[in-house]
């Protein structure tokens, strides 16, 4: 089974920058990040294809946060710049086993899910 290990958490202020990693334990197709913070509903951040040719991001973004990965590594990245305190949450990375038919900003979509890393952002 495929594992994926989160690191790139962290405490900043509004305006900062925070890059997450997730490393997966092999080979993965299209990957995507999530965030659920309590009390609010899980929210699709975003999606990169395998080959990185197509590339999907939740609304609130708002080209604020670049999606990447290096299948070298095994891994894919967040990039989030300016980041608001509505930003805070539990991010999780997600890696797909097949499509099966769902969209990519359905989480049914994926097999497999990192353990979350917490992103805070004071005002």
């Known amino acids: 089974q495929v594992q994926l290990v989160q690191s790139g958490g962290g405490a900043v202020r509004a305006g900062d920058s925070l890059r997450l990693a997730c490393v997966a334990s092999?080979?993965?197709?299209?990957m995507a990040w999530f965030r659920h913070a309590p009390g609010r509903q899980r929210e699709f951040v975003a999606f990169?294809?395998?080959?990185?040719?197509?590339?999907h991001y939740g609304e609130f973004v708002k080209g604020r946060f670049t999606i990447s990965r290096d299948n070298a590594k095994n891994t894919v990245y967040l990039q989030m710049n300016s980041l608001e305190p509505e930003d805070t949450a539990p991010y999780y990375c997600?890696?797909?086993?097949?499509?099966?038919?769902?969209?990519?900003?359905?989480?049914?979509?994926?097999?497999?899910w990192g353990r979350g890393t917490q992103v805070t952002v004071s005002s």
């Open positions: 990169s294809s395998r080959s990185g040719g197509r590339l």
């Open positions: 092999g080979y993965t197709l299209g």
């Open positions: 997600a890696a797909e086993v097949n499509s099966d038919g769902a969209r990519y900003d359905n989480a049914l979509r994926y097999g497999y």
